[in-house]
């Protein structure tokens, strides 16, 4: 089990089992044990792992789902839970349950999904810095500068439109 701090400052544990897969099942609709699926040939399909990369809402659905037990011992509402996530809560509570999801499964398909999160966190952190190297580069501003100034003489320089010409 491993555990993940809100923005209130409220510890939360997060532990995955059939009774958790259960649960997030019937309140979200979405099954866990789905959460990367091998095709046919063992191509790797992570479309459940996307949706949750992708959409905070549905990810802290679940987390409050996981964590409902808990929740509910301590009286708080899935809204005030979601309340409390924001930011870097979110991106711990993320890492955390998918940590705890690959853990779920027996040691063969843990290891494959392991590799499989593994790489896709190298290129998450590799993506981030690139990103930033970008951002932070101080020629970047330059270029902008460039663009802006042609596509404001270019537009200056555009001819009259055929509404804007009279008519004789």
Do not use: Q
Not at 11 to 24: D, F, L, P, S, Y
Not at 71 to 93: Q, T, V
Request: proline residues 5%; hydrophobic residues 40%; aromatic residues 6%.
């Amino acid at each position: 089990m491993k555990s993940f701090t809100d923005n209130t400052g409220r510890a939360w544990t997060v532990a995955v089992n059939v009774g958790t897969i259960k649960r997030v099942r019937a309140l979200c609709g979405v099954d866990l044990a789905g959460i990367i699926t091998m095709e046919p040939g063992m191509n790797p399909k992570a479309d459940l792992l996307e949706r949750l990369a992708t959409d905070p809402v549905l990810l802290v659905d679940v987390l409050y789902a996981v964590c409902k037990e808990e929740a509910d011992g301590k009286n708080i509402s899935g809204e005030d839970f979601g309340r409390a996530m924001a930011g870097d809560a979110i991106e711990l509570a993320t890492a955390v349950l998918l940590d705890e999801i690959i853990d779920f499964f027996p040691e063969a398909k843990r290891k494959v999904f392991r590799k499989i999160l593994d790489a896709t966190r190298r290129f998450e952190t590799r993506s981030k810095k690139a990103l930033t190297d970008l951002l932070d580069d101080p020629a970047l501003d330059g270029r902008i500068d460039e663009a802006l100034a042609k596509w404001t003489t270019s537009s200056s320089n555009s001819p009259e439109s055929p509404e804007s010409i009279p008519i004789p």
